[in-house]
């Protein structure tokens, strides 16, 4: 293969894939080996097949890998669905901007903390019959419903799903101007066909090839969730990511390998779905033109219009609920059912909080920022040696590998991180700082490209070429036109990767080599304590640092282009 | 590890002569420790014991200058790393210096070589305990202790009721399953293998077999089904009584705790028998909550903190070990306002003044005389965990 060099971001992709790429690799073999027997630490040195026999006779199996599809599809079906819902049914529309102007705020909610609101909201002890308590006299003790943690996974089917509708209409909210949707709805409508028919037949199809990886992103983290499967899942038994987590925390080392070949099976399991998905696109584009043929586009009432209210209504009443509570628990001294608000307050968890919080606070400040700013300088790297190859009338085949960047979401981190801790500690890395940071932008940087890409190739080159042209000097026009034209997405994306360095919690205790601390080590230390009204502060505490840079995300630009009518909406 | 057995040898050899050369090594290992950085992987989820671990780093940084960091872990991912760090081939130098350990973990990296050696008998405070009267002490988890871990405090299951809604607290399985035919919905244990849903079984099995001498033997020399079917029937007859009738449980005591609190159960479980007196002190629990425990008494064992192979700083741990026994420590950790866990120290080895220190103590609402809880039940041996845990999942986790 001829590599070109002679341009110095040509080996940016490459190099990119390549130190992003190696912790998953390293680490896939440090945990495949394992789950052929091969274990020399706990004195297994010889390769058998036997962690695989254990893990399919393992009574839990069958019922696990039961629960993991039918959530996991279940949950990424209904987030996709819901989604779709939302845009047919509500974009454009006041309702629309006033879900996107709120999704900065919920992205920022951390995953557990939202599952534990959730739960408090939905249990039988719950706010809600609390609320239907203070009007029924039969429910002076909590009722013996089953309303949260379903044996069959209702309850996590939905908390995942409203986690992750906002994620994929974030997605959709940065490709849809590209596909000139607005133009496309006002052409069906003038021609007389509905909403529906524009998006079914016209939209979706090119939608749905541009938010294909984010949407593999989102059927990855629905199987192999292991925080929020703990809180919202069912028991008996839990999902298979649960069990793997469990072996691979057995007191009995063995067990290892029994999660490694579970880890393994997640992730074969993982990549016949997607490539079912794919599989599935052709017969179904074909089903759409003959749908098409046969004019069998259908002609129910617009039901989509109620159902997108429903759905905005849910997702915000969950969001808010979830943070008020949580809010609520920080402030309580005292809180027993059926009492809807705390019998006492107190600022004392607070107090006790800022005693601890210093250190972790700057590690993680220091660790988010610093991440985001890599990630984006990588991202921004690679997008615009795209950008060179477009004009340089080259294929934009090196860019082809960069969708490999992907790969850390869909693999189950607990597959992975254990395998390149050792090979860390071999090296003499382990338990530095730079080991940490190598290892969050593994996550970071994948999301920041998700997050970046989409807007940076919808951009109009030719106010590059009008700068180029008037200054004479490339740096000129790409420092002071192109990313301050791009400076809002750049801004989200950031936020986004901060946001994604914030909540790593096995890569900073795995790698970290427990050296250092960030909210989340803190905040999940507690969570595995009884004191709500802790967990309570520190998932604020975690929330609070996302949440500050997003809105400055979008403060920034607004300020920055507040005489700028044109630039002053990204979004149509 | 093979490079370590010599000494462990030599350790083991030693020991009888313990008592003449103690005071020189401590001598030797109180000096190497100055100065040194422990880092210690414990359990962090309440705020009470981080706060008590602080105090503790403070007073041997006065006492030693000894610098405790206390990494707020989970005792698995401590193991974890240190195992990764076998795996990787590093002897000397790892990243974990004292691990807060159950004895499941123990036992395990006990088998895999993945401990320092025997310590204990070098620490002068190791002598305070009461080893006679707590058999526990030295075979944790039924595997002998061998001066690898340091006891650090004494651990009972106790049950936790709301008197708010029990009249009569139920003090025997049988009686159990009673309240629960009389209050459906209203009891539940951890899933298996959580450690408290373990223990819980192992109880429940003790009782109903009255303490078979077969459980303290390896599980392969009894026939199991036979001793298990009593078990596997009262659990059949109690799961449909349970919280979300037996088909949903909780992963640990602390959420057994919150469940109590909302008054989704009223009846919990807890490996401290002065877990509920120190949840009313801090708001954690209503002032309703009482401690019960079965007139056969239950199911008690030690917990322990000890040093992996390749610890970076072993002095350094051990002077935090050693203090951690101490007296001063021990008192103001049994202290129900501090954190209300009970100590590993004979009375009767203490000094007038060191004594009054614990008879001081408050007591607390909820919390049983040393006569109620006299009645400890030793553990199964420690091969029954492992079958038990694989028919319970067969039965109810599939």
Not at chain 1, 14 to 26: R, S
Not at chain 1, 356 to 380: E, F, G, K, N
Not at chain 2, 291 to 302: K, L
């Amino acid at each position: 293969m001829t590599l070109r060099l002679s341009h110095p971001l040509a080996i940016i992709p490459w190099l990119t894939v390549a130190i992003f790429l190696t912790p998953v690799i390293l680490g896939l073999v440090g945990t495949w080996l394992p789950a052929f027997g091969w274990f020399p630490a706990i004195g297994l040195d010889r390769l058998s097949l036997a962690p695989w026999s254990n893990l399919f006779s393992h009574p839990s199996f069958p019922g696990a890998l039961r629960h993991t599809l039918v959530t996991g599809l279940g949950a990424a079906a209904l987030a996709l669905v819901s989604t779709a819902l939302l845009l047919i049914g509500a974009y454009p529309s006041a309702l629309f901007s006033w879900l996107e102007k709120s999704l900065a705020p919920i992205l920022s909610i951390p995953h557990a903390a939202f599952a534990i609101g959730m739960s408090f909201l939905l249990v039988p002890s719950g706010w809600l019959v609390r609320l239907l308590a203070l009007m029924s006299d039969r429910l002076d003790r909590p009722p013996l419903w089953s309303t949260f943690q379903d044996p069959h996974g209702i309850s996590l089917i939905v908390t995942l799903a409203l986690k992750e509708i906002p994620f994929l209409l974030l997605m959709c909210l940065a490709i849809l101007p590209t596909l000139k949707a607005q133009q496309t709805l006002w052409l069906a409508n003038s021609l007389g066909h509905s909403n529906r028919f524009a998006w079914l037949w016209l939209i979706f199809p090119q939608l749905y090839r541009q938010i294909r990886l984010p949407f593999f992103a989102v059927l990855a983290y629905s199987l192999t969730v292991v925080d929020i499967a703990v809180i919202a899942g069912p028991t008996t038994p839990a999902t298979l990511a649960v069990l793997i987590t469990q072996w691979f925390n057995d007191p009995d080392l063995s067990q290892r390998t029994v999660g490694a070949a579970g880890a393994a099976t997640l992730l074969m399991l993982l990549s016949l779905i997607m490539a079912g998905a794919l599989l599935l696109e052709n017969p179904l584009r074909r089903l759409r033109s003959h749908c098409l043929e046969r004019r069998l586009s259908g002609h129910w009432p617009a039901w989509e219009k109620p159902m997108a209210r429903l759905i905005s209504f849910v997702l915000l009443f969950f969001y808010a609920a979830a943070l008020l509570i949580t809010l609520i628990w920080g402030l309580a001294a005292q809180w027993r059912y059926p009492d809807v608000l705390p019998s006492r307050f107190s600022l004392d968890k607070v107090a006790h909080s800022l005693t601890q919080l210093s250190d972790p606070l700057w590690c993680t400040l220091l660790l988010a920022t610093l991440s985001a700013l890599l990630a984006i300088t990588v991202v921004v790297g690679c997008l615009e040696n795209e950008v060179r190859l477009k004009y340089g009338g080259q294929k934009v085949r090196g860019q082809k590998i960069l969708v490999l960047l992907y790969l850390p979401l869909l693999i189950p981190q607990i597959a992975f991180i254990f395998g390149f801790q050792v090979w860390l500690i071999r090296v003499g890395l382990d338990g530095t700082f730079v080991a940490l940071l190598w290892s969050h932008l593994v996550f970071v940087v994948p999301y920041v490209f998700l997050t970046l890409s989409g807007p940076y190739r919808q951009f109009d080159d030719r106010f590059s070429w009008l700068a180029l042209s008037l200054t004479g000097r490339r740096a000129h026009s790409f420092w002071r036109i192109k990313l301050i034209i791009l400076l809002r997405p750049i801004l989200y994306a950031f936020a986004t990767g901060f946001a994604v360095s914030i909540a790593q919690y096995l890569p900073t205790i795995f790698v970290g080599a427990g050296r250092f601390a960030t909210l989340t080590t803190e905040a999940v230390a507690l969570a595995s304590g009884s004191d709500r009204r802790l967990m309570a502060v520190m998932a604020l505490w975690q929330q609070l640092l996302p949440l500050i840079v997003f809105a400055l995300a979008t403060l920034i630009p607004a300020y920055r282009f507040r005489h700028r009518r044109a630039m002053s909406q990204t979004v149509s | 590890m093979i490079q370590r057995t010599p000494f462990r040898l030599l350790a083991t050899t030693l020991l009888s002569t313990v008592t003449l050369v103690g005071a020189a090594d401590w001598q030797d290992i109180s000096n190497q420790a100055k100065g040194q950085t422990v880092y210690f992987h414990a359990w962090g989820g309440d705020e009470h014991i981080n706060s008590y671990i602080q105090w503790a780093g403070e007073r041997v940084q006065e006492d030693y200058g000894v610098t405790v960091k206390h990494v707020k872990n989970v005792a698995p991912n401590a193991v974890n790393q240190v195992l990764s760090e076998k795996a990787a081939g590093k002897q000397t130098g790892g990243a974990v210096d004292l691990i807060w350990i159950n004895g499941e973990n123990f036992a395990n990296m006990k088998a895999n070589d993945l401990l320092y050696g025997a310590f204990t008998q070098d620490l002068p405070n190791y002598r305070l305990v009461d080893t006679e009267h707590k058999p526990t002490t030295l075979f944790d988890f039924t595997t002998p202790v061998d001066n690898l871990e340091a006891p650090w405090g004494m651990a009972q299951l106790v049950f936790m009721y709301d008197s708010q809604y029990v009249a009569q607290a139920p003090t025997s399985a049988q009686e159990l399953l009673t309240f629960a035919q009389n209050n459906p919905g209203r009891f539940t244990y951890p899933a298996l293998p959580a450690f408290h849903g373990t223990t819980f079984v192992k109880q429940i099995l003790s009782e109903l077999t009255e303490q078979n001498p077969a459980l303290y033997a390896p599980v392969a020399l009894a026939d199991f089904d036979a001793i298990t079917a009593s078990l596997w029937q009262y659990l059949d007859a109690l799961h449909p009584l349970m919280w979300q009738e037996g088909k949903t449980f909780t992963d640990g005591a602390p959420r057994m705790k919150q469940l109590l609190n909302d008054g989704e159960i009223a009846i919990s479980l807890s490996f401290n028998p002065f877990d509920a007196s120190n949840a009313i002190a801090n708001g954690d629990l209503p002032d309703t909550i009482r401690t019960y425990i079965h007139r056969s008494g239950t199911i008690g064992n030690t917990h322990f903190v000890t040093i992996p192979y390749n610890a970076s700083n072993p002095q350094g741990a051990m002077v935090f070990a050693n203090f951690l026994m101490s007296p001063e420590a021990q008192a103001r950790k049994a202290n129900t306002t501090v954190w209300g866990d009970p100590t590993v120290l004979a009375m009767a080895k203490l000094s007038n003044a060191q004594r009054k220190a614990f008879t001081d103590l408050p007591m607390g609402v909820a919390t049983l005389s040393n006569e109620q809880l006299a009645k400890v039940l030793l553990e199964p041996h420690a091969s029954w965990v492992a079958a038990i845990e694989q028919a319970w999942l067969s039965r109810y986790s599939q």
